[in-house]
């Protein structure tokens, strides 16, 4: 049986708990799913690997009514990918899954190398150096060069993160965001309409081109407002890494004893990164509408009912994690790679299912970033409040992680380690 909450609605909880809401309320009641109401909506809470395979896996869940249309519209807006189900979701995520491909993720890993060499000698002449909004632009500019087009300007860059940053807020701070959203779509629909008019000239393998020219099912371009959106869907997530930065650069602080080990050895750097990606919260959890009658635990969830998967819980529960609250990336040295146990980005199969295609370049990033930070710079962390805050969502250190005396050792190529 599921167990409901006492309490009538969560809301306030919820918004009270952040990252920790779901597995806290789920041990109240000594399980790991539970009822409750959000928002005055009855919803069912789960996390854990076997909720992380029932949740992603079979086509269980939609994504359409899932999530406030005030996430919806920053994070995804009607028409994109992650709206659609079945066949039409599996041949228009074709699109997203070409941005895999090795070659394209190293396009990606040069252009960010550049853009990190180019910011880092600025750096050197600035008393403090703002890690997290510098690495928004290093991003934005090496994702927009990765799509084949020129480098992101400041306000594209600020745009995309403001995206990331608001997608929980609300009332003003969200229509906000929401304004400079329709500035970020209607300059990408113009990007799409000169590239189909052949005003803009892209390599054929260019992603910007790949979505442009992308036909669905029927064989049709897609309409230029949905394409745009779709051109952002790859853009945005790739500044979102940013935080993920910050987290890497933070945990060096924590673990110093791992900058030799992470700067050495390629094996060490991926295992550090699964684990920054694994400890450090980045989206709450995650929202599905249940597409049919299902049973899950012995009890029935009938269609329409609302559930949400908590990805923070499921990173931190230590049935697949022992000591789950200690950073330790060795624990990779050993993993499975189950893809249920691990899922900032989701779970289940990319390919298929609506685990993030982006989650292949969020890792390589995130390793390469690793590495610069351990072998082309040298800086001092000052002091400033870096706990970080679970009642923000997406969450970051209270205080922006600031580095001061920043010394740049030239530009560092990719070594094999």
């Known amino acids: 049986m599921i167990p409901r909450l006492r309490t009538p609605d969560s809301t306030l909880r919820f918004l009270a708990q952040g990252y920790t809401f779901v597995r806290r309320q789920a041990r109240s009641v000594g399980t790991d799913a539970f009822r409750t109401r959000l928002m005055l909506r009855p919803v069912v809470c789960l996390y854990g690997a076997e909720a992380a395979g029932f949740f992603y896996g079979g086509g269980r869940f939609s994504r359409a009514g899932a999530l406030p249309l005030s996430v919806v519209h920053l994070l995804q807006d009607a028409g994109s990918v992650q709206t659609l ?16 491909r090795e070659e394209q993720i190293e396009l990606l890993l040069e252009a960010f190398r550049d853009e990190w060499a180019e910011a880092a000698e600025r750096w050197q002449r600035l008393p403090e150096v703002d890690l ?6 290093v991003l934005a500019r090496s994702a927009t060069r990765w799509a084949g087009l020129e480098p992101a300007s400041e306000w594209l860059a600020d745009t995309l993160s403001t995206m990331v940053d ?5 009332g003003p701070l969200n229509w906000a965001a929401r304004t400079k959203r329709l500035r970020a779509e209607r300059w990408a629909r113009e990007v799409v309409e000169e590239i189909r008019e052949g005003r803009r000239t892209l390599p054929e393998d260019a992603l910007a081109r790949t979505i442009a020219e992308h036909l669905d099912l029927d064989g049709r371009l897609l309409p230029a407002e949905v394409a745009a959106v779709e051109l952002l869907n790859i853009l945005r997530p790739t500044v979102a890494v940013a935080r993920f ?11 110093p004893e791992w900058a030799g080990r992470v700067a ?7 295992h550090f990164a699964q684990e920054v990606r ?13 597409t049919r009658d299902l049973e899950f635990r012995g009890e029935r969830l009938r269609e329409g009912q609302w559930v949400l998967l908590d990805l923070f819980g499921t990173n931190r529960d230590e049935r697949s994690w022992p000591q789950p609250e200690r950073f330790d990336p060795d624990r990779f040295a050993g993993w499975d790679g189950n893809p249920d146990t691990l899922v900032p980005q989701g779970a289940g199969d990319a390919a298929h299912g609506h685990r993030c295609p982006g989650e292949t370049a969020t890792v390589a990033l995130v390793v390469e970033a690793t590495r ?6 040298e800086y001092r962390v000052p002091p400033q409040d870096l706990r970080i805050g679970l009642r923000r969502m997406p969450a970051l250190t209270v205080d922006d992680f600031t580095i001061t005396e920043v010394r740049a050792r030239g530009r560092s190529s990719a070594g094999s380690g």
């Open 245 to 255: 930065i910050v987290f890497a650069a933070l945990a060096l602080h924590h673990h």
């Open 278 to 290: 694994r400890f450090y919260p980045f989206f709450p959890v995650i929202g599905g509408v249940a």
């Open 372 to 377: 610069l930070l351990t072998t082309s710079l």
């Open 85 to 100: 189900e079945g066949a039409a979701h599996d041949h228009r995520k074709l699109m997203f899954l070409a941005a895999r």
């Open 264 to 270: 050495a050895d390629a094996d060490d750097r991926l």
């Open 132 to 137: 997290y909004r510098e690495s928004v632009g």
């Open 166 to 170: 608001r997608a929980a807020a609300v």
